[in-house]
């Protein structure tokens, strides 16, 4: 065991030169860029998302977004390719250094911005905003801008949305109310076009369609009455020549004179002439018959004497007339009741589709109006900054100390580096090597025990040559390789530039983002 240890520790120490050139190499890069890269200034500004100040039972703000989600498209907002630039040349981010770009100032200055996002609903929601930058003045500067343009597209966002909401519901009433205002005239003009066959009147035009058929009923009775009473009476009056054998045709003043005739008779059977009642009998017969006589007399018009048969015939003809006239009204009424009878059932399905509309527009238009209550409600909460907000806590402040590169961390990482390299590569050498290096091996390899083994013996000047080499190219790259460094800094490209445009050309960049 112990032999053997010696015996790697013989072959590492030929090959040392190899570990030297290696770790020298591997750790003057790593020293090198450890010191050469620039001062990083990061400076960050801590923000509180804020419930409602309001309960959300009592009055509810009209942004549903979630702070997340809101915080999001803040954030998208902000890291815009005009802003990212417009910041970079207020603020000169970009002033001393290389000329560059459009396109890599945006992806610099997109790598120097850090906004954390809040990940838990329960706890309290903060979000960190950082801004990395090569003193720690532009970096503090440029924190509290971000932190500025966060309150400020955070108030934007959030009233925006609640005016658009306000303006959408009340174009909404509007519109509604303009429509609800129309099918109201469209009813209305369809209730006075067809007033009289509309069906709230049916119960009172099918009672009066029944009445009006009963009254006409009674017409045609009547006039059947008098035609007959008519033909009878001419035909009476044409085969007797008088209209009165029982003296129900006459008059009331006849009847009136016959009775008092009777009466004169019977008194003066009892009485004698001067008796006072036989003298009022006789007096009032004498009027009556005066009265009678002027009835009686030949009409002025025609100049003939109208009979008694005349007076019924033309008190006949003339209740037929009415009568007849009173039928046609009735029939004239009836055809009216009976066409708004049969057009009321199409005008009850078109009113009760026009009422439909109109009381589907109306509940259309109620909801338009509460969701528009809320919509003010929502933009006055939003307006007053009730609702939840974005406020600072801590604003950023000029760091005293940069926060990176940690150089020391950085150098003895790549002397590690370099050493676990070197040891790596004398290992691989050896193992690649095939030839027999001691005793041992020719026996296990070749089956043959030697009788004794000679060493390789160098002379004087090998050794002095191979050390003068070997001291050049260590000497070379302990010196070398931080002046080229140094060099490309100062003259080409600042040390972070320079690794980062060597990793984005071999592709470990993307290697590295895609990781992430």
Known sequence: MIADIKFYLSLFLRRFHYFLLVAMAVSAVGITMAYTLPSVYEAEARLLVESPQIPGDLAESTVRAESSELLQIIRQRILTRNNLIDMSRRYQVHEAGPDMNP??????????????????????????????????????????????????????????????????????????????????????????????????????????????????????????????????????????????????????????????????????????????????????????????????????????????????????????????????????????????????????????????????IRIQYNRATADLAAARTGDQIEAQSRGQRITVIEQAVEPREPTSPDRPKIATASVAAGILLGVGLVALIEMMNGAIRRPSEISTRLGITPFATIPFITTKRQRTRRRLIIGSLLALVAIGIPLSLYLLHVYYLPMDLLVERVLEKSGVAGLIERLR
């Open 103 to 360: 396109d890599a100032i945006v992806q610099d200055m997109n790598k120097r911005i850090k906004v954390s996002l809040p990940n838990s609903r329960d706890a309290a929601s903060f979000v960190n905003v950082s801004f990395a930058a090569p003193d720690a003045r532009t970096s503090a500067a440029v924190t509290n801008d971000l932190v500025t343009q966060i309150l400020q597209e955070n108030v934007a966002l959030r009233t925006a949305v609640t005016s658009q909401t306000l303006d959408f519901f009340r174009q909404e009433v509007a519109r509604l109310d303009d429509e609800l205002a129309q099918q109201g005239a469209k009813m209305l003009e369809f209730k006075l076009r067809n007033k009289d066959a509309l069906p709230d009147s049916m119960d009172y035009r099918r009672t009066r369609q029944a009445s009006l058929q009963e009254r006409l009923l009674q017409i045609e009775r009547d006039l059947t009455g008098l035609r007959d009473r008519r033909e009878r009476l001419v035909e009476l009056y044409e085969r007797t020549g008088t209209i009165d054998l029982t003296g129900q045709t006459l008059t009331p003043e006849q009847r009136r004179l016959q009775t008092l005739q009777s009466e004169l008779a019977s008194a003066m059977v009892i009485y004698s002439d001067q008796n006072p009642r036989v003298k009022t009998l006789k007096a009032q017969i004498e009027a009556l018959e005066k009265a009678l006589a002027t009835q009686l007399q030949p009409n002025e018009n025609n100049g003939q004497e109208l009979s008694v048969y005349d007076l019924q015939l033309a008190d006949l003809d003339s209740q037929t007339e009415f009568l007849e006239q009173q039928k046609q009204t009735i029939e004239g009424e009836l055809e009216e009741l009976n066409k708004s009878i049969e057009a009321t059932p199409t005008n009850t399905v078109t009113l009760g589709t026009l009422e439909r509309d109109y009381e589907n």
